[in-house]
Structures are given as structure tokens and as C-alpha cells.
């Protein structure tokens, strides 16, 4: 269940298992960030053609008759070809579909050897039949314990939580309701609207409340659609003025770079793969760049536009937005996506920018912070890195560079940015907070590794398939306990 590829050992051998003793490793740490940055590759940057061999299904006839009545092994989706020529992108944003229960024969990997055959091979019958009856084992074992819905990876990703499609309640419809009186004044309270929101924002009142809470639209309900024209004729406006230069000298790096990270946002989900939405984030993307020339364009930033635009998109699609065809709504309608996508997005990045500028210095001070933090709250896990010489920037960079959006799901995402929404200052400050809550969630599993390799993909592929609303709920509440704690009390925040 892991959101992304795992390390292949033929590939990836930064830790050799025969290292001698006397090999200090801490003498190929990089020296500065900038070294750092350019050494580090993670978890998902893994060979195309590799990927192809590590994923191919299990052919029935390459199996033996007495296994054939067991099951099979279904195929897994393959990623998107990447460009072989670029640098070490932050990788796919969702994890691969995870075998089901009758699924549990896998493919094997002889990392001495180097070899991945993509099939089950028994050299004899006896092994078939003990094969056979540990699969029959392992679900009898299965079998034993709750079951447990499980969640599509992308369905409904607009809104779900974790045991399946929400049903109105009462206190659901309450809340609704409440939304809509706020929404409905002539001068929207956005405090009330924020204290209602931090605990989620109903479908059907997202996408206003999400333009309202970002300051993109006015609380003055006669000002909106005057607002809403001119911010989109705006924006508009700059494709007509900037998007022909994207194939000039000056900004054709730029381009190329967004150009081949927008196939690589989303690649398990058929609605980011379409032409008509990759046009329209090459867009958005590309004005947003040359629009901010202290930072430009940086990996990571290409995810961002996701939520603002499944969100906008709901507003005209019901149900499976991820498979929905968006070239087939009106050209206005599309037009007024893109434009409060742009806008939205740029009103979260101008809150974040340091992020993004030169050297990443936000990045960096998040990281610090977060190290220092987790060092007062949970010293046996900080204790635990630095035995093992993992130092934070190691997993926490992607952390705070894509906001946890390749750790969770969209649909958790979604949900997370309700609150972050609704914080002052959610996407820079409680962020932080969010990430110490979201490490130390995993204790146990971190506690459980016995080597630098096994934490580090650990930390790069946590299993979070199944979270929805109510995970993330929790997350946020100890997130707020810790911003509590912590925030105004500086001198419990450093030793």
C-alpha cells in the first residue's frame, strides 16, 4: 500500500551491505544543501525500462497447474515514461494499488542476483503444495480479522472518508446548512466561516468556501461577480500577453521543465493525463513563473494546482471527477476553472514563496524546526535518527517542498487543505506541526527498523492508501495540541 515505487537495490546502492567496518559514512555526506540537493535521489527515480520488468504481471501460463486454481496475479499499472535526461524529480503523487487479499502470491526479488523474473517459479510439486498452503494460511489469517472496505485509489476524491461514501447525516446537513447561511449574507463572516471549516468543508460548499477563505473572492456578496470577471479577463489577459514567449530563449528552459513534469503529476489518475488538462495547467504553470521571477518555476509546484482544480471542477461534476471528460464542458466553463485555479494558487504560493526562491531558505528553517520539535516531543524517535545517521532533510524535505501531498492521497489532501484554509497562516506555520504529528503517527514502524536503508524507505512510502477524513481528522487534532504546546512557548520548543 505504499504511495511509491520502492527502492530497487541493482539500482539505488548508496548503503552496500559490505561496507567495512571502517568506512565511515558520514564522510560522503554532502557538505552543504546545494551538494545535497544535487546527490539525492529518491525512492521513485528508478529506471524506466526497470520499472517495466518490476511490474509486468505474472502470465497464468507461466504458473503451475496446481497453483491456477488458486488465483492470479492481477496486473499493477505501470508509470508514466519519464525523461531519462532530466534531473531527480520529487515523483508520481500517488501510490500504486496495493494487492488484494486474494492477490497475495507476489512477485520475487533476488537482490543478490540481480533478478526479476515477474513469475511465481516452483522447481517441483511438493514446493507448489506448500505454496498452496500458505496462501491458504494467509487468508484463513486474513479472514480472522475485521474487515475493513477498502478505498479505490482515487474514487471519489473529492470526498471520502476512510469506510467508504459519507451519508448525509444529521449533523452533516446541520452543518451544511450553516455554511450556506454564512454564504448567503450579504457580508460573509469570515471568522465564523473559518471556525466552521477547520473541521471540513461540505462538498457541495467547497469550492466558494475555498475562493472565499484564500482571499480571492471579496466577503461583499455584490461585489463577487464583478470580482470574479476581472480577475478572470485578468488572467486571460496574460495568456494573451506572456504564453507565446514560452518558446523564446529566455524562457524555453522553464517551459521544457513544466512541459515534462505535467505528465508526472497525478499518473494514476485519467484525469490529469488528459491533453485538455494538461494544456490548461502548462498555462497556469507557466504565467505563474514568469509572473515571479525570484523563484521561478520549481519541482513540486506542479502539484499544487491539483486540489484548487479538482475542487473547482466538482462544482459541474457529481460523481468520478477522476474520469470525467473535461474537454466536454463548455469552453466558458473550463475558462473559469483554469482562471480560479491560477489565482487561488498563486494566492497560497505568495504566502510560501521563500520556499521556492534561491537555496529554498523556508524549505531549510521548516526542516531545522521540525527537527528541534520532534527532539522535545519524541526524543526516542530523534534519538533513533541520529543512531542511524538520518538526518531530516533526507524525508522532510519533500514534506515541506509538496505540502504532504505525496504521502496521502488527494482526497486526504483535499481535506487537509479544508484546515490549512481556515488556520492563519496553515500553509506556512501549522504545516509544520502537521508534519511532527504526521512522524510521529508512524512511532511504532520507525521504532521497528534496524538499519539506515529500512528507515529511509520507510519514511519515503508510509502506507497511508487507506486514510480518509477521519485519519486526517486526528492528524489535524494532534497537530493542534502540539501548535498548543509549542507555538508560544519557545522555551519548551529548543533545549
Known sequence: G???????PRIHRTFPKDTPKGNNLKSKKASSFHEFARSTNDAWDIN??????????????????????????????????????????????????????????????????????????????SEALLNTNSVRSTLQKQQSLPVRPIIPLVARISDQNSSGAPIMTVRDKSRLDKFKYLLSCPNTDLEELR??????????????????????????????????????????????????SRTDETYKDTYRQIHIDIPRT????????????????????????????????VQGINDLVTPFFVVFLSEFVVEDVENFDVASLPLDTQRNIEADSFWCMTKLLDGIQDNYTFAQPGIQNNVKALEELVSRIDEDIHNYFKRYEVEYLQFAFRWMNNLLMRELPLRC?????????????????????????FLIEWRKEILSMVDFQGLLMLLQNLPTIHWGNEEVGLLLAEA????????????????
Open 2 to 8: 505504499a504511495q511509491h515505487p520502492p527502492l530497487d
Open 480 to 495: 493542534y495540541r502540539l501548535k498548543y504546546m509549542f507555538a508560544d512557548a519557545p522555551n519548551h520548543y529548543r533545549r
Open 48 to 125: 524506466d525500462e526497470d520499472d517495466e520488468d518490476l511490474l509486468a504481471p505474472i502470465h497464468p501460463s507461466s504458473l503451475p497447474s496446481t497453483l491456477h486454481s488458486v488465483h492470479q496475479v492481477p496486473p499493477l499499472p505501470l508509470q508514466q515514461p519519464s525523461d531519462t535526461t532530466r534531473e531527480p524529480d520529487t515523483g508520481p503523487a500517488d501510490r500504486l494499488a496495493p494487492p488484494t487479499a486474494e492477490g497475495c502470491l507476489q512477485q520475487e526479488e533476488d537482490a543478490d542476483c540481480g533478478q526479476i523474473n515477474g513469475r511465481v517459479v516452483v522447481k517441483s510439486s
Open 413 to 437: 489532501t483535499i481535506r487537509l487543505w479544508d484546515t490549512y484554509q481556515a488556520e492563519q497562516e496553515g500553509f506556512s506555520h501549522f504545516h509544520l506541526y502537521v508534519c511532527a504529528a
Open 195 to 244: 471556525k466552521h471549516s477547520w473541521s471540513g468543508i461540505p462538498r457541495e460548499v467547497r469550492p466558494i468556501t475555498w475562493r472565499l477563505l484564500s482571499g480571492y473572492l471579496p466577503a461583499n456578496m455584490e461585489r463577487r461577480d464583478l470580482v470574479l470577471k476581472r480577475k478572470r479577463d485578468e488572467y486571460f489577459g496574460f495568456i494573451e500577453q506572456y504564453y507565446h
Open 266 to 297: 497525478n499518473p494514476l489518475i485519467p484525469l490529469f493525463q488528459q491533453p485538455t488538462v494538461q494544456e490548461v495547467f502548462e498555462r497556469i504553470l507557466f504565467i505563474w513563473a514568469i509572473r515571479h521571477p525570484a523563484s521561478g518555476y
